[in-house]
């Protein structure tokens, strides 16, 4: 069993930044895939970043260049250093992680940006 708990979600202006960090529980986090995706009110879960067991990076377009994913199997964490936030990227974040056939998914952190 994991659990994944997020936090560092809040209220920003647009143009500042934000850290995300989600915390796994359990030995299972170093052998699977895990990332954030986020969920705006009216609109489909997206991807923002993900990064697989091999280090291999993913991130979705329209954070490109401003977000940055990083995990660390030693502490069961992976973080997202979001900069240049835009009003856009208001949404709920959620902390996953993939491994052995199974997504476990944390509750989710708000985060608000202002125009």
């Known amino acids: 069993q994991v659990q994944l708990v997020e936090s560092g979600g809040g209220l920003v202006q647009a143009g500042g930044s934000l850290r995300l960090s989600c915390a796994a529980s359990g030995s299972l986090f170093s052998l699977g895939a895990t990332g954030w995706y986020r969920q705006a009110p009216g609109k489909p879960r997206e991807l923002v970043a993900a990064?697989?067991?091999?280090?291999?990076?993913i991130y979705g377009d329209s954070v490109k260049g401003r977000f940055t994913i990083s995990r660390d199997n030693a502490k069961n964490t992976v973080t997202l250093q979001m900069n240049s936030l835009k009003f856009e990227d208001t949404a709920v974040y959620y902390c996953?992680?993939?491994?052995?056939?199974?997504?476990?998914w944390g509750q989710g952190t708000q985060v608000t940006v202002s125009s």
């Open positions: 996953r992680l993939g491994v052995a056939g199974y997504a476990y």
């Open positions: 990064v697989a067991n091999d280090g291999s990076i």
